[in-house]
């Protein structure tokens, strides 16, 4: 075993891609200190495309959906800080629930089509990596 002179105790572990420091008596902490290679990081995103999709789509939920959050943050100010979801509640608070029920119905629609865009990627991405 190398000593490792970047940090005091530290100590290289198979060769100089891995430096291990102890935590106990018994336990050590490693990590890699190189990055890994592009063709390492394209195969993780490889692996991982359709977690990856599920966490960007939910993430696309949490966004059209919030309502509170805007209003506390940005307020309600016509043109300049309102989203769908804020003018849903302020024309169903005032009583326009057509309005409020044709833009629930634009923003579903919306949500249906990014779904739907989302589904199309999935399975062409699938036919391009295992060919059917």
Same mark, same amino acid.
């Given at each position: 075993?190398? =000593? ?6 530290g ?5 100089p891609r891995l430096?291990?420091?102890?935590r106990?008596?018994? $336990? =050590?902490?490693? =990590?890699?200190?190189? $990055?890994?290679?592009p $063709? ?6 490889? %692996?991982?495309r ?16 919030e ?23 302020? %024309?169903?608070? $005032?009583? %326009? ?6 833009l ?5 629609i ?7 865009v989302?589904q199309q ?12």
């Open positions: 075993m190398d =000593w490792d002179s970047s940090a005091p105790g100590i290289q572990l198979g060769g430096s291990c420091f102890p106990s008596q018994s $336990k =050590w902490s490693c =990590w890699a200190r190189e $990055k890994p290679p $063709k390492a990081l394209l195969t993780y995103l490889i %692996e991982a359709y977690s990856l999709l599920t966490v960007i789509l939910a993430g696309f939920g949490r966004a059209i959906s309502v509170g959050a805007v209003m506390i943050v940005g307020g309600n100010i016509d043109h300049l800080t309102r989203v769908m979801t804020t003018a849903i509640a302020l %024309e169903t608070s $005032k009583g %326009e629930l057509a309005l409020a029920l044709a629930g119905l634009i923003l579903l919306l949500a249906l089509f990014v779904n739907f989302a990627v999935k399975s062409l991405l699938s036919v391009q990596r295992y060919g059917g």
